[in-house]
């Protein structure tokens, strides 16, 4: 039996997903959660073997939960969910042990599958994405995100999610002094001054989606 637990922030998603590998007679949904915190939290609790997690969560975001749980639960494997993902995002990920990617838009074949693959200790990225990464490497330098550090890039994903200065202290365990260190030290690399500058900029290259911009 191949233990999951979903970790999208809209519930239509968890409900959708959960719907479908029901349907699987070796696939058993043990438990769901909506923000990065939560996704940690049950992963310690429930220990599945799988996660299904979107990137694009609130609190510390996929990101940083994937890096968490395969940090501290190697035995447990992180399988990416999302709608799109920059290529930047996409190898950091993978370098905080991500086991795979898919698209929300793949078929369900193609789920169970990537599931099943991922389960039995293979890593699996979708056609599309692995193109992408593929492509990526002969030009590395189109997108200004990838000079971030890990942390650059995690304060920076918190921001344009509209996460104050405080909150991603409390979140990260920082102080605001040393969050608003890092918050001026991207600025500076990526030639922006304000948050909402920020938000546009990873709209344009795809790090967030239109309806989450200030």
Known sequence: MINVLIADDHHLVRTSIAHLLDEESDIKIVGEADDGES???????????IVLMDIRMPGIGGLEAARRIHRGMEDIKVL???????????KRMLEAGAAGFLSKGTEPEEMIAAIHQVFNGRRYISQEIAQRLALSQFDETSNPFSQLSHRELQIAMMIVNCQRVQEISDRLHLSPKTVNTYRYRLFDKLSVST???LTHLALRHGLVDGFTAP
């Open 80 to 90: 990416i969910l999302t709608a799109h993902i920059e290529d930047s995002i996409a």
């Open 195 to 197: 948050d909402v500058e």
């Open 39 to 49: 996704a940690v939290a049950q992963c310690r609790k429930l220990r599945p073997d």
